[in-house]
């Protein structure tokens, strides 16, 4: 492990957790990828003081948000919320998304600058939202888009409220406008009620790099804006790159960030030189996330190692300069006759190994459900519950429970609920990519 951070910098670290040892002609090697960066707090001070961020609240205002009223009424409460968690020198605007994108503050194409005057003057626009009209997310976000290239801040943030389905607007287009929008800045969506598409909502924050959950009842919806403004505020590092360089005849299979959530970000590779890639890791504050990465290695006889790949994080240079290197991590392979060396499974690879399958079988599980396949449905959910079980997310088996009736959690035996909630089952899929950490032994 190595930190290369400036002492006046957030500090990353980087460690890594394998079993490096493979049998005789062995060739792929799983390591987990614990990035940290701690110490920031001073940093987002000085951030305060430099107005390096810059949010965007989009807010739903079709005609179904006025079905019932709380949900529009709950929407103004949580945007004026948000708006009095941002920082003072914090760059911002409101939008009101229909089938069209329209400004609510400041207008005219320009971010306000926050303190308490133009805080008062946002809440008081506010006033204003009223529902009417389809939806078409890709405009909002394109509007969004536009805003924020307008700043030179280093954390630039959207906040995305969608009470309904994307039915105004072409799949492709949704696509487009995500992958238009990929890497200029994160975006958190929310659901309120459940009108929506989870797939949706879920699929703008994964190519966003941002959170996705649901808010079924519309009075929570301040606590829930609040909690991500306040996560938005601290954060200290942006565009961080997760670079992996491998030597001639080693092959990435994946690579997947696996707490606090399940994301595959093998897709996202951009090349960064010979044998090497980037994998975009968004913005950062004082936190740790961890990432699965498998390669194939040359076949090879016992007795013999090599490094397998090397895991460098890296912060974009200011134009014509290189990156900062800020943490290092190596992976290593190593070929043995010893069978319980080869053999044993790290606890880390293991546990995640898990928690992504976890994800996986909840999803079709669910998919299942909705197609009337009784029992397809029963035995990925039956693993499910036993995968729950088996790693302590305790959370994620909670949610499972109101799905189905739990006969034997340890073997995965269920039964399917009759009746279930809408807002239950929507909650289940939404946070089937939350993931618990490795136990502490």
């Not at 519309?218 to 670079?243: I, Q, S, W, Y």
């Not at 190596?330 to 928690?355: C, E, K």
């Amino acid at each position: 492990m190595a930190n290369f951070a400036k002492p006046s910098a957030p500090r990353f670290s980087v460690e890594v957790y394998q079993n490096e040892f493979l049998p005789e002609g062995g060739r792929d090697v799983h390591a987990i990828v614990t990035v940290t960066s701690t110490g920031g707090a001073a940093a987002t001070r000085a951030a305060a003081a430099h107005g390096s961020a810059a949010v965007v609240i989009m807010v739903d205002c079709s005609g179904s948000m006025e079905y019932p009223p709380d949900k529009m009424r709950g929407a103004r409460e949580a945007t004026a919320a948000a708006i009095d968690t941002l920082r003072d020198g914090t760059a911002f605007a409101v939008i009101a998304g229909t089938h069209v994108a329209k400004e609510v503050y400041p207008g005219q194409g320009r971010l306000a600058v926050a303190d308490p005057a133009t805080r008062a003057q946002a809440k008081e626009a506010l006033r204003s939202l009223s529902s009417g009209g389809g939806t078409a997310i890709g405009t909002w976000l394109r509007l969004a888009d536009g805003l924020l290239r307008q700043s030179s801040a280093a954390i630039r943030h959207g906040i995305l409220l969608t009470d309904g389905r994307n039915e105004h607007e072409e799949p492709a287009v949704l696509r487009a406008t995500l992958e238009a929008c990929a890497g200029r800045f994160t975006c958190d969506a929310r659901g309120v009620g459940t009108d929506w598409e989870v797939k949706e909502v879920t699929g703008i924050a994964s190519a966003l790099l941002g959170s996705a959950d649901i808010v079924a009842d519309p009075a929570h919806l301040t606590e829930d804006f609040t909690r991500m403004m306040e996560n938005v505020m601290g954060k200290e590092v942006a565009d961080v790159a997760l670079r992996l360089w491998t030597p001639v005849g080693v092959e990435i299979q994946y690579v997947k960030q696996v707490a606090p959530t399940v994301q595959d970000l093998s897709d996202r590779r951009t090349g960064a030189g010979p044998r090497a890639g980037d994998y975009p890791t968004g913005s950062w504050g004082d936190e740790s996330r961890e990432y699965h990465v498998c390669v194939r290695v040359p076949a090879a006889s016992v007795g013999q190692e090599m490094l397998a790949a090397r895991a460098t994080l890296l912060l974009p240079g200011a134009p014509g300069e290189p990156p900062a290197t800020l943490a290092q991590g190596l992976v290593r392979a190593v070929w043995t006759d010893d069978l319980a060396a080869s053999t044993a499974i790290n606890p880390q690879v293991a546990h995640y190994t898990g928690q992504a399958e976890l994800a996986q079988a909840i999803q079709q599980g669910l998919e299942a459900r909705k197609l009337g396949d009784v029992d397809g449905a029963t035995a990925k959910l039956g693993r499910a519950v036993q995968l729950a079980s088996a790693s302590g997310n305790a959370d994620t088996a909670k949610l499972l429970a109101k799905v189905v009736d739990v006969v034997d959690a340890a073997a995965g035996t269920v039964r399917l609920k009759a009746k279930v909630a809408d807002a239950d089952e929507m909650t289940l899929e939404t946070r089937s990519i939350q993931t618990v950490r490795v136990k502490k032994t």
